[in-house]
């Protein structure tokens, strides 16, 4: 369970990640 909260965390802060990316992209 807490191995999956991780998990979750993880997800969050590179799906943030990219979309900073992408949006330096964009620019």
Do not use: V
């Not at 807490?2 to 979309?19: D, H, I, P």
């Amino acid at each position: 369970m807490e191995q999956n909260c991780c998990c979750k965390k993880l997800g969050m802060s590179f799906r943030s990640l990219r979309y900073r990316l992408t949006k330096l992209g964009l620019d």
